[in-house]
């Protein structure tokens, strides 16, 4: 099921739901009786939840896109620096060789994990409510470790990979004794202004 | 005794805000729309949900059923 299929079952279904319920407050008098019960049921909680539940995932699924993650206005040097033709950040090659097709912003900073997705959410709710409470500081900083399995996911089996890393190396990445960005940095530009917003 | 429909038009309200909302978050989508979505809106359909599961129980046991 693509976004946009399920951003159109949410809209029609929330709309159908908006309606349905605004007339059975219309028709909030009509005598007691099973068919009532019915309608109430299927008005109030079975169709609504429904349309909750497709819009809800509708709206995860679209805050993917590194347009959404540009929306916050803090992202701007990293959203440029993705599209600058010049920049040699590894996430503007990933991102302008598109070693990764879409929702790339999500791709690298959710874990292949059972609950990464879980996670990543979570973290996201995390960052809407901070950017909507002005509860943030510049320059914006990864929370916590990065995970570098997530680059191990993609890159771990590739045959470039394993030309110009030998086990050694490989070894000492999996015992997280080194990581990518020893050698492969940086991963996205410095944002410049300091303080509190 | 037949129940106070009250809490009847209150989880339809409910509902519809959350509704609106939601309706609101996929038509202008926006980290503000979307956090007053799954905020808000969210908060709204589950308790709206909830004031009607107590509804109907309130129903079933003043006509003896539960």
Not at chain 2, 18 to 32: D, E, G, K
Not at chain 2, 37 to 45: A, I, S
Request: charged residues 20%; hydrophobic residues 45%.
């Amino acid at each position: 099921m693509t976004n946009l299929s399920l951003e159109s079952i949410a809209l029609v279904t929330g709309m159908a739901a908006f309606c349905f319920l605004a007339g059975l407050i219309l028709f909030w008098k009509m005598p007691d009786s099973p068919a009532r019960h019915w309608l109430l049921l299927f008005g109030i909680a079975l169709l609504p939840g429904l349309a909750l539940l497709f819009g809800s995932r509708a709206a995860i699924e679209k805050a993917k896109s590194p347009e959404f993650c540009g929306s916050c206005h803090v992202m701007d040097p990293f959203i440029t620096d993705l599209k600058d033709p010049k920049s040699q950040t590894l996430a503007s090659r990933h991102y302008q060789n598109r070693y990764i097709l879409e929702n790339q912003c999500y791709t690298c900073h959710t874990d292949y994990t059972v609950f990464g997705p879980v996670k990543a959410k979570l973290t996201g709710l995390r960052h809407l409510w901070n950017y909507e409470t002005r509860n943030y500081r510049i320059p914006i900083k990864h929370r916590g470790p990065y995970n570098f399995e997530n680059c191990l996911h993609c890159h771990g089996q590739a045959k470039i990979f394993l030309e110009k890393h030998d086990a050694d190396v490989r070894k000492q990445l999996e015992s997280k004794a080194v990581t990518c960005l020893d050698c492969h940095a940086p991963v996205h530009p410095e944002q410049k202004s300091a303080g509190k917003k | 005794m037949r129940v106070k429909t009250t809490p009847l038009k209150v989880s339809a309200g409910l509902m519809l805000t959350a509704l609106a909302l939601m309706l609101l978050c996929l038509t202008w989508f926006s980290p503000r729309t979307m956090a007053l979505f799954l905020g808000l809106g969210l908060l709204c359909g589950g308790l709206s949900i909830l004031l009607f599961l107590l509804y109907v129980i309130a129903d079933l046991h003043s006509r003896r059923i539960l």
